[in-house]
């Protein structure tokens, strides 16, 4: 166990469809991060949030987008979904003394 | 920018035995951070070890300890006595050296470990 919950476990939408994904961190973890992890593929990085404010992304579109809270919630917002959408999506949280990232179980998206 | 590769799409071992898995890295950067995680089947991933760049020493954790060679940004794992739990995919990931920076996966090493 990390101490990083996700929910839903598993989610299905449609193409075109928004979807909102759910991350809890540990207490104390100020950093969190979120990767798309295709079927067969490592986790590739899409942003990261440091006290409530993006600083970082990788190559993913606007349409992904997120939020995190001071109590060490955060969220992922997908709009327009695509079918390649489809994956593994998993929050990662960090300290601040910190280089370890300590992963949560992620949420399967499935987009019909 | 930074890659991983892992080589190695699977591998099997028998239990008890010593198995190896290869990653090799590409970077710019002097100070960095590589790790090995762990991913079994019920997908939380799991960290198996770290090694800081600046350090000439390889890291061991229990069965597992890593082979570090910066000149050949080469860094592979090496799991002694191998258990049935080891079964799960492994991932080397990179990470620089810069507060709050991002990390780079491979493509993952399944790895089955044989009864």
């Known amino acids: 166990e990390t101490g990083v919950t996700q929910s839903p476990t598993h989610l299905i939408k449609t193409r075109g469809q928004q979807v909102t994904l759910r991350c809890s961190s540990q207490?104390?973890?100020?950093?969190v991060s979120w990767y798309q992890q295709a079927l067969g593929q490592g986790p590739q990085f899409i942003f990261q949030y440091y006290r409530e404010e993006e600083n970082g992304r990788g190559n993913f579109p606007p349409r992904f987008s997120g939020l995190q809270f001071p109590n060490y919630s955060s969220e992922l917002n997908v709009n327009a979904l695509e079918l390649d959408d489809s994956a593994l999506y998993l929050c990662?949280?960090?300290?601040?003394?910190?280089?370890?990232?300590?992963f949560g179980p992620g949420t399967r998206l499935t987009v019909l | 920018a930074q890659t991983v590769t892992q080589s190695q799409p699977e591998m099997s071992v028998q239990e008890a035995e010593t198995v190896t898995l290869s990653c090799t890295y590409d970077t710019s950067e002097s100070n960095y951070y590589l790790f090995w995680y762990k991913q079994p089947p019920s997908r939380q991933m799991i960290l198996v070890i770290r090694?800081?760049?600046?350090?000439?020493q390889n890291a061991t954790e229990n069965r597992f300890s890593v082979n570090f060679q910066k000149a050949a940004k080469s860094f592979s794992l090496k799991i002694s006595d191998s258990q049935l739990g080891d079964t799960a995919m492994y991932f080397c990931a990179f990470m620089k050296q810069v507060t709050g920076n991002q990390f780079y996966f491979g493509t993952g090493t399944s790895l089955t470990v044989i009864p």
């Open positions: 207490s104390g973890h100020n950093t």
């Open positions: 990662a949280s960090r300290g601040m003394s910190g280089n370890e990232q300590f």
């Open positions: 090694q800081e760049a600046y350090k000439q």
